[in-house]
């Protein structure tokens, strides 16, 4: 599979230019630009840039010399969805538009291309085909367990609850049975029933 890597480009601090562009590349070879600048660039900037743009990674160094430019570490919830954004683009072909719920919680977990790749990467239940942020978010420790150790062996419990079978474990097993189950989505309500994932809790 082609490798992705993704820039984040900021002006000097005496610019009066601000914010940033995200630069794509699959491979060697620039892929896409997203301009996130705070203004129209002027004749004079545009000349400039165009003078060194970098339409391979090893044009970059020639960049920085205009721009300051770093590979995307991702800390900001803006520069997550930036991220998730440009990554979807480079496996999907296609724009993600992120919803406003997506918005507000991406601040909630870690986005890095390493765990981007693991997610895009990996179809098995309890992933899928379709991705997005809501998904993401909702199997990150799942996401970030493979990423650390792998995907896991066929498991010996269960892919859904089962009173009768949680009822043979151990304790020791049975933190295991639910560790798994929280794994797949499923959660405890306030009345410690367990439910399925997607499924309202009424």
């Known amino acids: 599979m082609m490798s992705i890597s993704i820039y984040k480009v900021t002006t000097r601090k005496q610019s009066t230019l601000k914010g940033a562009a995200y630069l794509l590349f699959k491979g060697d070879v620039l892929s896409a630009v997203n301009w996130d600048f705070n ?17 391979s990674q090893e044009d970059l160094k020639g960049f ?14 803006h520069d997550k969805l930036k991220l998730f954004c440009m990554y979807f683009k480079a496996r999907r072909g296609s724009t993600y538009t992120a919803k ?16 981007l790749n693991t997610y895009f ?4 239940f309890p992933l899928s085909y379709a991705k997005s942020i809501n998904d993401y ?3 990150y420790n ?48 306030s009345r410690k029933v ?4 997607g499924k309202l809790d009424i």
């Open 39 to 55: 203004r129209p660039l002027t004749d004079h900037e545009k000349n400039v840039i165009r003078s060194k743009f970098p339409f």
């Open 64 to 77: 920085g010399e205009i721009f300051a430019v770093k590979e995307m570490e991702a800390k900001t919830a």
């Open 100 to 115: 406003k719920q997506e918005k507000a919680n991406i601040k909630e977990v870690v986005v890095t291309e390493g765990l």
């Open 121 to 124: 990467s990996n179809d098995s």
């Open 137 to 139: 978010i909702r199997h």
């Open 142 to 189: 799942y996401i970030r367990d493979i990423n650390r150790n792998g995907i896991p062996e066929k498991s010996k419990f269960p892919n859904e609850y089962d009173a009768r079978f949680e009822k043979q474990l151990s304790p020791e097993e049975l933190s295991q049975y639910w560790a798994h189950l929280r794994n797949l989505g499923w959660r405890q309500n």
């Open 194 to 197: 367990w439910v399925a994932p």
